[in-house]
């Protein structure tokens, strides 16, 4: 058999705040979020509105998106064709809470956004917010005629009412276990899970047909029997790769809905899911802003990342083409210049399978481990080639550094005091990381963290750390 499909790891609960503008919802989000959000390495210089977070509650990870950045319209004018769109895309997402403003009182358009909801085929948690406390829970009065089940008191500001809340969203999510390793086929070989992402028609379902090649994969569409995500497996130079979602992917093509809306949620979903990403551009019409959201994401979730600039067929080129194409993505997606660029055509098969002995490279270095060792003289040496300037008076000193985890590398490095490193300073270390360890193709994670406690004594037995728990 050439190609087989397995279901594999679950993709974390998506959960969705929505409500109208000034309800609270990203004060919400930002409680919810808060000590999650310290891991992701905000790229300076880049601003994109950060909608989604990581979040996690009695040891139930999920992912968190406030829909208030999610509509498609800028203005903040309220209407009710916006929220019908965000409606739609809530259906992607597993949950809902949607917030009502306790403070303001019932509006004329809540009812109207609750009918909609009341469609959506996902649980929904009706939330009051701006109950600030015990003492007026009478704000909550009003929204009883509205007829729902239950109706949680909260102050996303104050945090009353978050824990109960939190508390039923997560019930129904599984636990979350250890983190997955890898998957390994039978002979001992890492699976590489990869995505195929892109806006609507960049090429996406044309390259995993040819990926796949002429074996269709069935779909059944009777209810109860279509899962969200359907991977494909395909073994391309004996390496085994897990190509995820497909399913979402080519289905449409038999529906043939050409009007699909770009979903935030089933992009995130996917990406979480994946250690590369195949990041895909239409080349006749060069890098959009969108292509470029779907870069952050990517940058985001931690991916390793190619760029496929597809339909190449199409570009007319000179002996500059190329380079103003590889110009054009390193400068709109800053943030991923370590992303290798390859030109295809998934019509004509130029280059398509040649993207694997890339995305090889690229997973080798994503799923490295550098020695203490050597990571330690990597750094000693920029450190004594650029010392870091005095950051608020403080001479910052470097005690020693280690790599934590991989896919993608994750350095920890431990300082006097971790809050000053500056930036710039932050990007100089982990740029000479990757110079000295061979990492110029992944992401790679740089935390500071302050040195463990001295005064306890070494434990001469495990000849530890100062400090280290025996
Ligand atoms: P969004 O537009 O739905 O994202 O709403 P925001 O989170 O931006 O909040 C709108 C306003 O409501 C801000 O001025 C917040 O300070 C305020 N607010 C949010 N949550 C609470 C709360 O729990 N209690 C009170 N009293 N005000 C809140
Ligand atoms: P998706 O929405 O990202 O899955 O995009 P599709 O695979 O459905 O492709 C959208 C359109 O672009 C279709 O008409 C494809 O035939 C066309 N297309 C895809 N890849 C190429 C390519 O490499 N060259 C050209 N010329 N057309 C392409």
Known sequence: ???????????????????????????????????????????????????????????????????????????????????????????????????????????????????????????????????????????????????????????????????????????????????????????????????????PNVGKSSLINRILGEDRLIVSDSPGTTRDSIDSLRRINKIPYLLVDTAGIRRKKKVSQKLEKFSVIKSLKSLDRCDIALIMIDASEGMTDQDVTVAGYAHDRGCGCVFLLNKWDKVEKDRHTLKKYYEEVKTAAKFLSFAPIMTISALTGLRALKIFPLVEEVYAQYSSRVGTGPLNRILGQAIEKNEPSLTRGRRIKFYYATQISSRPPLFVCFVNYPGAVHFSYKRYLMNQIRAGAGLDKTPIRLIFRQRPNRKRPRNPKLGGKPGRKS
Request: aromatic letters at 8%; a negative charge.
């Open 1 to 199: 058999m050439r190609q087989k499909n397995i279901s594999h790891l679950q993709p974390r609960p998506v959960v969705a705040v929505s409500g109208r503008p000034n309800v609270g919802k990203s004060t919400l989000f930002n409680r919810i979020t808060r000590t999650k959000d310290a891991l992701v390495d905000n790229f300076p210089g880049v601003t994109r509105d950060r909608h989604y977070g990581d979040a996690s509650w009695n040891d139930r990870d999920f992912v968190l998106i406030d829909t208030g950045g999610m509509h498609f319209d800028k203005n903040d004018t309220f209407s009710e064709s916006i929220f019908a769109q965000a409606c739609r895309a809530l259906e992607d997402a597993d949950a809902v809470i949607h917030l009502l403003d306790g403070k303001a009182g019932l509006s004329p358009f809540d009812a109207d956004i609750i009918r909609m909801l009341r469609q959506i085929q996902k649980p929904v948690f009706y939330a009051v917010n701006k109950v600030d406390g015990h003492g007026q829970e009478g704000r909550m009065d009003d929204f009883h005629t509205l007829g729902m089940d239950r109706l949680y008191p909260v102050s996303a500001e104050h945090g009353y009412g978050v824990h109960d809340l939190l508390d039923s969203l997560t019930a129904g999510f599984d636990e979350t276990g250890e983190t997955p390793g890898p998957d390994l086929q039978s002979d001992g070989t890492e699976i590489r899970r990869i995505a195929v992402a892109g806006r």
